[in-house]
Nanobody, 116 residues
Framework: QVQLVESGGGLVQPGGSLRLSCAASGFTFSAYAMRWYRQAPGKERELVAVITSPGGSTNYKDSVKGRFTISRDNAKNTVYLQMNSLKPEDTAVYYC?????????WGQGTQVTVSS
């Protein structure tokens, strides 16, 4: 059974930090590119960060460059999103995604709220 389970969301003040985790199971994790998406109320889902398989390359949405870092631990089947210098506009539900040819898996999401 394929599962992606996000955790680590919460409420923080502007300028604060959070680390999101996504625990994967039921597929060959190291073979998949991993991505973080987010969706704010009333807005389209947007791609935040990508890390390739097995993890040598990363890319980010322009608005989070220099603040967010995606990483993965293939031995633990886990992908992370370290979020620093958080802004109110980062408020969203964050989703973990595994993408490969003929496969596209999603987690349930974790809420991140940035507010004074």
């Amino acid at each position: 059974q394929v599962q992606l389970v996000e955790s680590g969301g919460g409420l923080v003040q502007p300028g604060g930090s959070l680390r999101l985790s996504c625990a994967a199971s039921g597929f060959t994790f190291s073979a998949y590119a991993m991505r973080w998406y987010r969706q704010a109320p009333g807005k389209e889902r947007e791609l935040v960060a990508v890390i390739t398989s097995p993890g040598g390359s990363t890319n980010y949405k322009d608005s989070v460059k220099g603040r967010f870092t995606i990483s993965r631990d293939n031995a633990k089947n886990t992908v992370y999103l370290q979020m620093n210098s958080l802004k109110p506009e980062d408020t969203a539900v964050y989703y973990c995604n595994a993408r490969r040819v003929k496969a596209d898996y999603w987690g349930q999401g974790t809420q991140v709220t940035v507010s004074s």
